[in-house]
């Protein structure tokens, strides 16, 4: 699993993380009045493992990036959290005028190989999601998953539930 990141600098992450911070900042600037947390603190060292920690999480955030992924692993993390979904290998197969629309969503890492003269497989690792079906729909007719059976069934589901909610 850990052949799939390299070390990296994100910027998106380092955004996220000042964002999330910014009460830490401004309570630090505009401390309260008869504040307790500014005393002296009596776990020193479970403070200091505390502190240890937090700098290896944004150092994560910001400096491991998934290969796989060309756009920015906490977006994608983010993503998950949310919609939920788990990650899996996928087969798309395609009519070979949206090739570029399969290189402009996973990058130029996907394995792309010809089909028939007229159509192309690309293996790819997708968050099985209402998102990524979305994404698939609005390419329309022109692509389908065509490996594993189970989440081709699942985006037939959800392709169901739309029909009949017309």
Excluded at 73 to 96: A, C, F, P, Q, S
Excluded at 146 to 151: G, I, L, M, N
Aim: proline share 4%; charged share 20%; with cysteine.
């Amino acid at each position: 699993m850990l052949k799939n990141y390299r070390i990296d600098f994100d910027w998106i992450g380092l955004i996220l993380f000042l964002i999330i911070m910014i009460p830490n900042f401004i309570w630090f600037v505009v401390p309260a009045p008869n504040d307790v947390l500014r005393t002296e603190s009596v776990t020193g060292t479970i403070d200091s493992i505390a502190s240890v920690c937090q700098v290896l999480m944004v150092a994560s955030l910001c400096l491991v990036i998934n290969r796989n992924n060309t756009g920015s692993k906490v977006i994608g993390t983010i993503i998950t959290v949310m919609y939920g979904g788990e990650d899996r290998k996928i087969t798309l197969e395609g009519e070979n005028h949206l090739v570029g629309v399969v290189i402009d969503r996973f990058g130029t890492d996907v394995m792309i190989h010809p089909h028939d003269q007229e159509h192309f497989h690309a293996g790819v690792t997708i968050t099985v999601s209402p998102q990524f079906f979305g994404w698939l729909a609005g390419i329309g007719k022109g692509i389908r998953i065509s490996w594993p059976e189970d989440v081709r069934e699942e985006y037939k589901q959800y392709l169901q539930g739309i029909v009949e909610s017309l």
